[in-house]
């Protein structure tokens, strides 16, 4: 695989796997949930991305890219089911802004939002089945997102005062978001840690 760059071009291209591998495992393994697959969804992104670059593709943001190709390998790994592990992944892990998600897996950003909300009440309710108040869950998404407007804060606060439930659920998904932000502490399979040339068996 090697041989499709130039020398120079090659050792750039290591560089900038040293620097994104982590991120891009990562995003596998909250995706689809096993590190030996994680493991080889990254090690595929790498070749397509490698693929990409001999043949002269040059994205202008290289991560965003990197993580498109990821998502891409994912689905098909794990078809459907991946769509909301990965908005959470890139909002609550990779701090990534509304505009940036929908760059990544090419929706809009209206869509983002909706799918970034029905994500944290699927991981909420895996934590605790029983939910309600829909329209106060959905402004407390948006109150963490930093999004609510100041009389819609006013609201929900008077919400929470007498719903138990609510109050519940924004505690659930605190948790949550601190499970899925330890994802940014974990270590690199030694798998991952090689050199591109032995990465793509050159």
Known sequence: MSSLLPRRRERAFERFYRRHVADVYRYALLVLRDSDAADSATQATFVRALRAHARGE???GALNWL????????EQRSPGASLERAVLMLREVEYRSYAEIADVLERDDRKVESLVFRARKA???QFDGSLT????????SRRLDEHLPREE???LRAHLRSCPDCVRFELLHRESRAALRSFRRVPLPDSLRVSLARLTGS
């Open 123 to 125: 991981l909420s309710e």
């Open 153 to 155: 804060r006013k609201r």
């Open 133 to 140: 108040c829909h329209q106060a869950e959905r402004a407390i």
């Open 58 to 60: 040059r994205p202008r």
């Open 67 to 74: 993580l498109g190709i990821a998502h891409d390998v994912c």
